[in-house]
């Protein structure tokens, strides 16, 4: 599976962004699809995933949203009232959808990942 995430960009505080990730490769509707960021100096951390349903970090509940679209092979982030806190380079990755799907928060869980793509949030 190859990933390619696009849509970052710098964007003020309180804005919005949508990010892609498309999919090309193994059937896509079988993976379980995860959002990661990691900003400068830090670990990468989990955002949220896809796969029956989402599941998100805490830190971001209430302003992300996960969505997928199988027929296109392409998962989205949409982020809304974006902080500078927000600013970091987000990547999208696929792994092994399991039944216990809201575990699937490491990034050793997923086998695949995109290039990432830079969000940089202004105050």
């Known amino acids: 599976v190859q990933l390619q995430a696009s849509g970052g960009g710098l964007v003020q505080a309180g804005g919005s962004l949508r990010l892609s990730c498309a999919a090309s490769g193994r059937a896509f509707s079988s993976f379980i699809m995860g959002w990661f960021r990691q900003a400068p100096g830090k670990e990468r951390e989990f955002v949220g995933l896809i796969s029956i349903s989402t599941y998100y970090a805490d830190s971001v509940k209430g302003r992300f949203t996960i969505s997928r679209d199988n027929a296109k092979n392409t998962v989205y982030l949409q982020i809304s009232s974006l902080k500078p806190e927000d600013t970091a380079v987000y990547y999208c990755?696929?792994?092994?959808?399991?039944?216990?799907?809201?575990?699937?928060?490491?990034?050793?869980?997923?086998?695949?990942w995109g290039q990432g793509t830079l969000v940089t949030v202004s105050s």
């Open positions: 990755a696929a792994g092994p959808n399991i039944p216990t799907y809201y575990s699937r928060t490491n990034v050793r869980d997923y086998n695949y």
